[in-house]
């Protein structure tokens, strides 16, 4: 198992460049199935959990081909047959959001059989809402066995019907899951209390754009006129504002000068206004941010919530930034109850760091020393490398695999503006490994 050993001390300078937003290209991936046509998407991550859609995709029988040399980010999907609209255990519980598949196989084949996440490291992570949700829309579920199986009224046409669904609480993929299955269903969906992140905003565009007719992607309210058939369609994935977010922290961490670039200043509104609080200097332009490290840094609250609140895909890498911070930060996770995985290993590593339930006490200012750390889920995994970069000594992060799940190519964009990165093999005994996110 891959490990990574960061020497610290070294302020990042230069320009790292932003890739495609994972989060927004795994629904993409699943709207792919909404057709029999291929659909093309551009500015793909090449990072795992794609390469895990990508097999999710091919097992039912889609043809997903993925570009080479230059055109790398590109994938063609096309499920032209889907001779078993199935998610399998063993593909779910390495990546959760494979439920995005339950809404599209539902609406296309009239039945679909996906395997019920279990918990995970951030939290209990239930799809509820996405059954109810399907529920409201006519299909029957039902569950046996770990899995979920959704099934339409053949005496309807084995179509979904279109009705008024108000989400009990905010849920990402489970929006998408729903205004997915809403594209095909007969008559009008009107969906309430929707996440408003931009991946929603940009699946809503990807899926108007294979003929869908949804109005309101991006606010609290989704209107869906069904149709009959969604076509083929070519989509650009948006840049990853969390990707973003985390090289700006590297930045203003290591009292760097970094561009970061070929992102949407706009998705990161909730970030940079609450590194403002903490004295990071940032300048702005139309699809880039470059951050000055030249400031002392201060303690300031953080408080996570929805879109477009601060990101709780950025909390861990925040507090990796409190640790550096004058004073007393109290950040509050809002959306996962067990998102501190990362806070005992910055505690490792010399941050004064108290948990009190969904609160996390920062007491900034501690000096970092490099220790051997666990990573425990993808976003705990960014914070302890921006952790690392900042200590002093030669860190060690295991079980990298989170990382790669989320951030293409960390180490060489971190080693293109000077940090000293590198991957190694095993040099710890093996340990069981934990659960997926
Ligand atoms: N929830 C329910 N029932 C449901 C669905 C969600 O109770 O049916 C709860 C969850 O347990 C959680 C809250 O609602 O407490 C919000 O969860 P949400 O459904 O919004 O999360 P998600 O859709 O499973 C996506 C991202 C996560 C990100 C969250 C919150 C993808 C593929 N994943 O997850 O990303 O943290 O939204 O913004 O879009 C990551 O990239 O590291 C990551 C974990």
């Given at each position: 198992m891959d490990k990574l050993v960061i020497r610290g001390g070294n302020p990042l300078l230069g320009t790292?460049?932003?890739?495609?937003?994972?989060?927004?290209?795994?629904?993409?991936?699943?709207?792919?199935?909404?057709?029999?046509?291929?659909?093309?998407?551009?500015?793909?991550?090449?990072?795992?959990?794609?390469?895990?859609?990508?097999?999710?995709?091919?097992?039912?029988?889609?043809?997903?081909?993925?570009?080479?040399?230059?055109?790398?980010?590109?994938?063609?999907?096309?499920?032209?047959?889907?001779?078993?609209?199935?998610?399998?255990?063993?593909?779910?519980?390495?990546?959760?959001?494979?439920?995005?598949?339950?809404?599209?196989?539902?609406?296309?084949?009239?039945?679909?059989?996906?395997?019920?996440?279990?918990?995970?490291?951030?939290?209990?992570?239930?799809?509820?809402?996405?059954?109810?949700?399907?529920?409201?829309?006519?299909?029957?579920?039902?569950?046996?066995?770990?899995?979920?199986?959704?099934?339409?009224?053949?005496?309807?046409?084995d179509?979904?019907?279109?009705?008024?669904?108000?989400?009990?609480?905010?849920?990402?993929?489970?929006?998408?899951?729903?205004?997915?299955?809403?594209?095909?269903a007969d008559g009008e969906t009107v969906m309430q209390n929707c996440a408003r992140e931009p991946e929603v905003a940009d699946l809503a565009a990807l899926l108007n754009a294979m003929g869908a007719k949804i109005q309101g992607a991006g606010t609290s309210t989704i209107r869906v006129k069904g149709v009959a058939k969604?076509?083929?369609?070519?989509?650009?994935?948006?840049?990853?504002?969390?990707?973003?977010?985390?090289?700006?922290?590297?930045?203003?961490?290591?009292?760097?000068?970094?561009?970061?670039?070929?992102?949407?200043?706009?998705?990161?509104?909730?970030?940079?206004?609450?590194?403002a609080e903490t004295g990071v200097k940032t300048s702005v332009k139309a699809d880039s941010v470059r951050v000055m490290g030249d400031q002392p840094l201060a303690a300031a609250d953080l408080n996570t919530e929805e879109y477009p609140g601060f990101p709780t895909d950025m909390q861990a890498q925040y507090m990796a930034l409190t640790t550096q911070a004058a004073g007393t930060s109290i950040i509050t996770e809002n959306i996962f109850e067990n998102r501190f995985m990362h806070a005992q290993e910055l505690v490792r590593m010399g941050a004064n760091i108290k948990i009190e339930g969904r609160r996390a006490i920062v007491r900034g200012g501690t000096p970092l020393s490099a220790a051997a750390v666990l990573a425990s889920d993808l976003r705990a995994s960014?914070?302890?490398?921006?952790?690392?970069?900042?200590?002093?000594?030669?860190?060690?992060?295991?079980?990298?695999?989170?990382?790669?799940?989320?951030?293409?190519?960390?180490?060489?964009?971190?080693?293109?503006?000077?940090a000293e990165i590198r991957r190694v093999g095993n040099i710890f005994p093996k340990r069981a490994a934990s659960p997926a996110q």
């Open positions: 790292v460049r932003i890739s495609g937003a994972k989060n927004a290209a795994l629904p993409c991936m699943a709207a792919a199935l909404l057709t029999d046509e291929p659909v093309i998407l551009e500015n793909i991550p090449q990072v795992r959990d794609i390469e895990t859609t990508r097999k999710l995709l091919a097992a039912m029988g889609a043809e997903v081909e993925l570009g080479y040399g230059r055109a790398h980010h590109r994938t063609t999907i096309c499920a032209h047959t889907l001779a078993a609209p199935e998610a399998s255990y063993e593909l779910v519980k390495t990546m959760r959001s494979s439920t995005l598949v339950l809404g599209p196989l539902v609406a296309r084949c009239g039945r679909a059989r996906v395997s019920l996440p279990g918990g995970c490291a951030i939290g209990a992570r239930p799809i509820d809402l996405h059954i109810k949700g399907l529920e409201r829309l006519g299909a029957k579920i039902t569950q046996e066995h770990g899995y979920v199986e959704a099934t339409t009224d053949p005496l309807k046409g179509r979904l019907r279109g009705a008024e669904v108000v989400f009990d609480r905010i849920t990402v993929t489970g929006t998408e899951d729903l205004l997915m299955a809403a594209t095909l969604l076509h083929g369609a070519r989509h650009r994935i948006i840049p990853d504002r969390i990707e973003a977010g985390t090289f700006i922290i590297a930045g203003a961490l290591t009292g760097g000068d970094v561009n970061v670039a070929g992102c949407d200043p706009a998705h990161l509104t909730a970030i940079l206004q609450k590194l960014a914070s302890l490398v921006l952790a690392a970069l900042v200590a002093d000594g030669e860190t060690i992060i295991d079980r990298v695999y989170h990382l790669d799940r989320g951030y293409e190519n960390i180490e060489e964009k971190l080693k293109g503006v000077g």
